[in-house]
């Protein structure tokens, strides 16, 4: 019925309700010869109501004040007619938690696809060539590649057991790092410390050096051309000389970065040593998160 | 050492490296390094009180007004580490008065997104 009233009924526009005015009274009048016998004041409480929702305010208006004069009900029950407010604080409070809803999710969504971009630029073309193939034994004189490196991630350090103190230093912190992501995601990552120095830093040697710091750190040794070879796969600056006679003493110049892979052997990201321990974790805790593939949790 | 009331722990040198399982020398445990670094904190400050940066260049001077830090010092750690740590406090040193100099031309400090580590020694010479 509302939608029959002749002429469009809008919010503002005094000009319009001008030349709306007398298709309304025409429009009540109609209503009235009508409904002559129904409980009018209730039906035109309704008619109000339809009014209102359908947007014919101007309309719902008319009614409402033509129903005030001619049924001088107690205010409540007109008062009620208006409730139908098309903003409500029902209404706004639903805006502010969907608005909040929709903030965290984006929010959520756009640190994550940095992550994965971060992630992923060392999986497509072009990508640095970080990590490949290599073979040393470790601090128990077993053999260990690259290939034993897979089904887990792994942060590797360069470095060697005669270090003033950076090396004990990032080790500590090394330490506090694999302490963290195994509290939050189990025993998924293999600390692995190469070292610069195959001369001096036999498996017996890095075995006494690295129990100091952490009895999960995996020690890694070999030739000097294996050492060189996984230096260079990894992009480490390696500057220990071939010949170096024993008992020599001497220091290394190496990177100082920890180098994070993935399960299957990819680079992931450099973790230089401006980060602290808290927030290395957090980073690497962040891209296990990200992992959808198979890991090894043993 | 006498009246020099040095902490307890720096009295002793620490023992000779030993030979490990296979042959090759221990690398200096937590417990050598501790000793080290205490020996190297005490030669450094008797530097800083005498306005000295650079031993290595004024090398009388530093013998003379701490040599006996000095001694300590080089009975505790090795000497590849002695030479690092008084070539890096030279190094860290110009730094902080770069850094300085640049404050004061009013740059701003950058959060530490470019990795910032710096090799760990200058080569030692053969």
């Known amino acids: 019925m509302a939608n029959s009233a002749p002429g469009p009924n809008t919010h503002g526009g005094t000009a319009q309700a001008a030349l709306n005015a007398e298709a309304d009274t025409e429009y009540i009048g109609l209503l009235e010869r009508s409904l002559a016998d129904i409980d009018l004041p209730f039906f035109v409480r309704m008619a109000v109501h339809i009014?209102?929702?359908?947007?014919?305010?101007?309309?719902?208006?008319?009614?409402?004040?033509?129903?005030?004069?001619?049924?001088?009900?107690?205010?409540?029950?007109?008062?009620?007619?208006?409730?139908?407010?098309?903003?409500?604080?029902?209404?706004?409070?639903?805006?502010?938690?969907?608005?909040?809803?929709?903030?965290?999710?984006?929010?959520?969504?756009?640190?994550?696809?940095?992550?994965?971009?971060?992630?992923?630029?060392?999986?497509?073309?072009?990508?640095p060539k970080v990590g490949g193939q290599f073979e040393l034994i470790d601090q128990n004189g077993q053999r260990f590649t690259d290939e034993d490196m897979k089904g887990k991630y792994a942060l590797v350090y360069f470095g060697f057991t005669h270090c003033p103190d950076i090396c004990p230093e990032e080790l500590d912190k090394m330490a506090g790092m694999i302490d963290i992501v195994q509290k939050t995601n189990g025993n998924v990552m293999r600390p692995i410390f190469i070292t610069c120095d195959p001369a001096r830093d036999t498996p017996a040697v890095m075995k006494t050096y690295l129990k100091e710091f952490h009895p999960a750190l995996i020690g890694l040794t070999g030739t000097w051309e294996q050492v060189k070879s996984v230096c260079k796969a990894y992009r480490v600056y390696f500057s220990t000389p071939p010949d170096v006679q024993p008992g020599q003493d001497y220091l290394v110049d190496h990177s100082i970065y920890f180098y994070l892979m993935d399960p299957d052997g990819d680079f992931v990201e450099a973790i230089g040593r401006n980060f602290t321990v808290e927030r290395a974790a957090r980073v690497i805790n962040e891209h296990i998160g990200d992992w959808r593939g198979k890991l090894d949790k043993e | 050492m006498g009246w020099l009331s040095s902490s307890p722990a720096v009295d002793a040198a620490p023992a000779a490296p030993k030979a490990s399982a296979d042959g090759?020398?221990?690398?200096?445990?937590?417990?050598?390094?501790?000793?080290?670094?205490?020996?190297?904190?005490?030669?450094?400050?008797?530097?800083?009180?005498?306005?000295?940066?650079?031993?290595v260049k004024a090398a009388s001077l530093a013998e003379e007004r701490c040599g006996k830090e000095d001694v300590q010092f080089k009975t505790n750690c090795a000497s590849s580490w002695v030479q690092y740590f008084k070539k890096r406090r030279v190094v860290e040193y110009q730094r902080d008065?770069?850094?300085?100099?640049?404050?004061?031309?009013?740059?701003?400090?950058?959060?530490?997104?470019?990795?910032?580590?710096?090799?760990?020694?200058?080569?030692?010479?053969?």
Request: glycine content about 8%; hydrophobic content about 40%; charged content about 30%.
């Open chain 2, 24 to 55: 090759a020398f221990e690398a200096p445990d937590r417990n050598a390094r501790a000793h080290c670094w205490e020996a190297r904190d005490a030669y450094f400050h008797c530097l800083d009180r005498n306005a000295i940066i650079d031993s």
């Open chain 1, 51 to 127: 009014d209102l929702a359908s947007r014919h305010r101007l309309a719902a208006e008319i009614l409402y004040q033509w129903g005030r004069l001619h049924y001088p009900l107690g205010d409540n029950e007109w008062a009620d007619a208006r409730l139908d407010e098309p903003f409500s604080w029902q209404a706004g409070l639903l805006f502010f938690i969907a608005g909040a809803g929709l903030t965290i999710y984006f929010r959520t969504e756009k640190e994550r696809m940095a992550r994965k971009r971060i992630a992923e630029t060392t999986k497509g073309i072009g990508r």
């Open chain 2, 97 to 126: 008065q770069t850094l300085k100099k640049l404050e004061a031309e009013g740059a701003q400090k950058m959060d530490g997104a470019l990795p910032g580590g710096a090799p760990a020694s200058p080569p030692a010479a053969r």
